[in-house]
Nanobody, 126 residues
Framework: QVQLVESGGGLVQAGGSLSLSCAAS????????MGWFRQAPGKEREFVAA????????RYADSVKGRFTISRDNAKNTVYLQMNSLKPEDTAVYYC???????????????????WGQGTQVTASS
C-alpha cells in the first residue's frame, strides 16, 4: 500500500510562486509514475503534470505549460510541483497520485492512478 502526503499549499497573490511536495511511503517509489491533478470548486478534477519513474519524461497540461515544473527525488521518495506566475484560475485543491505500473513513461489519465494523496489547497488571489 502506498501512502501519499502533500504539503506546501497556501495563499499567494497572482503572479507569485508556490512549491508543492508529495512524500510517498510504501512500495518502490522509483518505479511509480507520478502525477499532479487539481480540482477547483464546482469543477471536475483535471490533469496538471506527470513524470516518469526515472524523472526523465514529463508532461504538462496546456494551461500550466511554461509556468509549472514537475520533478522528483527518488532518494527522498518525493515528487514536487513548482508553480510560478500563478493565476486566479490556478486556485484549486491539488492532489498527487501514484501509478504503480512502472515503465519509462508517464500517465495523464486519472483512471491510471491507483493511489492518491489527501490534497492541499492552493489559492492565487487577484
Amino acid at each position: 500500500q502506498v501512502q501519499l502526503v502533500e504539503s506546501g499549499g497556501g495563499l499567494v497573490q497572482a503572479g507569485g510562486s508556490l512549491s508543492l511536495s508529495c512524500a510517498a511511503s510504501g512500495g518502490i517509489f522509483r518505479t511509480y509514475r507520478m502525477g499532479w491533478f487539481r480540482q477547483a470548486p464546482g469543477k471536475e478534477r483535471e490533469f496538471v503534470a506527470a513524470i516518469s519513474g526515472s524523472g526523465g519524461l514529463t508532461r504538462y497540461a496546456d494551461s500550466v505549460k511554461g509556468r509549472f515544473t514537475i520533478s522528483r527525488d527518488n532518494a527522498k521518495n518525493t515528487v514536487y510541483l513548482q508553480m510560478n506566475s500563478l493565476k486566479p484560475e490556478d486556485t484549486a485543491v491539488y492532489y498527487c497520485a501514484a501509478d504503480p505500473r512502472g515503465g519509462n513513461w508517464y500517465s495523464t489519465s486519472e483512471g491510471q492512478y491507483d493511489y492518491w494523496g489527501q490534497g492541499t489547497q492552493v489559492t492565487a488571489s487577484s
